[in-house]
């Protein structure tokens, strides 16, 4: 409509320019009408040709909107694909995963843990639950256990049974650790085990009582040593193959010695007949 406009406007101009250079000047001068008519002429002009162009707009801005709507709809429908895309490639959830999700909702509460020979003697403690789904169980020094420690376990490498038992919430079958287990003293939280523990001063003398443990069926073997203090006083030092060290009196490393032997045959483990008692001034209260 533009070019209408520009084209009516030099039609104007021209009839203007001849009208102002030949006798039609006269015409005009004796008809003053005739002025308003040319002042009116291009303004009516310009108000036809803005109303053309206002439909114009009104067209171009339906038409936009319109492509606008398609555009959103196009967009929508994208990413409807999308999503369906990510949940066809998405990778499953492991088992280890679905159990250690498992796990870390019962953070600190105690298990009944077994294992292929039988049930544990203690009830250890969910502690962690690492990004690589590996869960450390605690089991705390305490009246059946001599030393605290921990086992670590893959999260694919155990079965998990919700039902409880006593004020267990769950239940664990143990198929086959995670590295080495790693012993804490006496500690009794878990909280506890990078606390800096005292070591009682022993100066060693002669062994006093030995035993020797085997598995049946396995080359694994432990043992627990009893040796006397240098200066002759009631004051024995335990030593297992595992790495726990003990020191104390005559009746008390007795009992460590009868706890962990009891520890060791739950795991399935024998006294060997080359276990033996030494000699010495204060008796050890020890049997097999």
């Known amino acids: 409509m533009n070019r209408v406009a520009v084209i009516a406007s030099g039609v104007f101009l021209l009839l203007l320019a001849l009208s102002l250079h030949t006798p039609i000047k006269d015409f005009l001068w004796a008809h003053p009408w005739w002025h308003s008519a040319l002042v009116l002429f291009p303004t009516l002009v310009f108000s036809v040709s803005d109303i053309f162009d206002s439909r114009e707009a009104n067209r171009l801005r339906t038409d936009a909107n319109g492509l606008r709507g398609r555009i959103a709809d196009l967009e929508a429908e994208r ?17 280890a995963e679905r159990n250690a999700a498992l796990l870390r909702r019962h953070i600190g509460a105690k298990v009944k843990v077994s ?19 590996i869960v450390t169980l605690f089991t705390p020094c305490g009246y059946t256990i001599s030393t605290a420690s921990s086992i670590g376990v893959s999260c694919d490498k155990l079965q998990i049974t919700e039902v409880p038992a006593g004020d267990c919430p769950l239940r664990i079958k143990v198929l086959e650790r995670y590295g080495p287990t790693v012993n804490y003293g006496e500690i009794t939280r878990w909280e506890d085990r990078l606390q800096p523990t005292a070591t009682p001063k022993f100066l060693t003398g002669g062994a006093v009582h030995y035993a020797l443990y085997v598995k049946p069926g396995s080359s694994e073997k432990r ?5 006397a203090s240098k200066d002759g006083t009631n004051s024995f030092q335990l030593v ?12 008390e490393i007795s009992k460590k010695f009868m706890v962990m032997q009891i520890e060791y045959q ?18 050890l209260f020890v049997c097999y």
């Open 266 to 283: 739950a795991e399935g483990f024998t006294s060997s007949p080359r276990s033996g008692v030494g000699s010495g001034p204060y008796r």
């Open 223 to 227: 043992s627990l040593y009893v040796y």
């Open 115 to 133: 294992e292929e020979h039988g049930d544990w003697v203690a009830t250890p403690e969910i502690v962690e639950v690492s990004d690589g789904n």
């Open 240 to 251: 297992a193959s595992t790495g726990e060290r003990f020191v104390a009196d005559n009746k």
């Open 79 to 95: 990413n409807r694909h999308l999503e369906q895309i990510a949940d066809n490639t998405k990778r499953p959830v492991t088992q």
